[in-house]
């Protein structure tokens, strides 16, 4: 039997490549876990949406896991969308403004997904596009989406702090984590508004988020994702009921 330092010894040689392949599945099987817990698989979906795709790291991974499904990504960034069409042709990537509407029909979808997009939204643009998310969810369907909870502060509180200089958190953490209900966003650019660093508490999410995007809240899943320097993040399932 192999030692483990034998082991230890090859996982530090891996490339960069194969580590940063492993942070990304890490992260998908996640999203896998809480799918688990209530019945349901990435392999199991017809028609999934990558919400703020980015450059397909998580997207490229759907057409080997999801081999059924019709995958689609959209982002703000024309440059990314371009990329994801030249690497996966077998898929359909669209460019969406800052604001609502998608150019995806109504019930399009019967999973949609995003990974550190909430974490970026104002107020207002979040709940817009809870509501156009909400729209393009096919009935029975279901949406994960992460975000930046109170946890997150705590995480970041103790490992790294600099990141709640950037997110503008006061000093006293145990002051701020026991607000209730709060949204609290700091703008990056004031060119554009629409974006910056967002800490929504738990409680907020639970009440509010089924009423802005006309879904039932099946889980939140606190913590779920680690992603050090940047604390943690939390999983929020959703889903639309069936007809």
């Known amino acids: 039997m192999r030692s483990f330092r034998t082991l230890l010894g090859r996982r530090r040689r891996l490339p960069a490549a194969e580590l940063e392949k492993r942070y990304n599945l890490n992260q998908l099987q996640k999203f896998e876990a809480v799918l688990t817990r209530h019945g349901r698989s990435l392999r199991g979906f017809s028609s999934i949406l990558d919400f703020g795709c980015d450059h397909g790291r998580l997207t490229q991974y759907l057409f080997s896991l999801a081999p059924r499904a019709r995958v689609c990504g959209c982002d703000?960034?024309?440059d990314a969308v371009a990329e994801c069409r030249r690497r996966f042709p077998q898929g359909r990537f669209v460019k969406n403004d800052p604001e609502p509407p998608l150019s995806f029909s109504d019930g399009e979808?019967?999973?949609i997904f995003s990974y550190s997009v909430f974490t970026?939204?104002?107020?207002a643009n979040h709940a817009s596009w809870l509501k156009e998310l909400g729209r393009t969810l096919r009935p029975g369907g279901v949406m994960l989406h992460t975000a930046h909870s109170y946890e997150f502060?705590?995480?970041?509180?103790t490992f790294s702090p600099e990141w709640l200089e950037v997110c503008n958190?006061?000093?006293?953490?145990?002051?701020?984590?026991?607000l209730p209900h709060r949204y609290h966003y700091v703008v990056?650019?004031?060119?554009t508004p629409?974006?910056?660093?967002?800490?929504?508490s738990k409680e907020y999410v639970i009440t509010r988020w089924p009423h802005y995007s006309g879904l039932t809240l099946i889980e939140y899943a606190e913590g779920a994702i680690e992603a050090y320097p940047a604390g943690c993040q939390d999983i929020v399932m959703l889903a639309k009921e069936a007809p």
């Not at 990056?188 to 060119?191: M, T, V």
């Not at 629409?194 to 929504?200: A, R, S």
Request: charged share 25%; no cysteine; proline share 6%.
């Open 153 to 157: 502060v705590r995480r970041a509180a």
């Open 194 to 200: 629409e974006y910056g660093q967002t800490i929504i």
């Open 120 to 123: 970026h939204l104002s107020e």
């Open 188 to 191: 990056d650019n004031p060119a």
């Open 76 to 78: 703000i960034l024309g």
């Open 109 to 111: 979808f019967d999973l």
């Open 169 to 178: 958190v006061p000093g006293d953490v145990d002051a701020f984590v026991r």
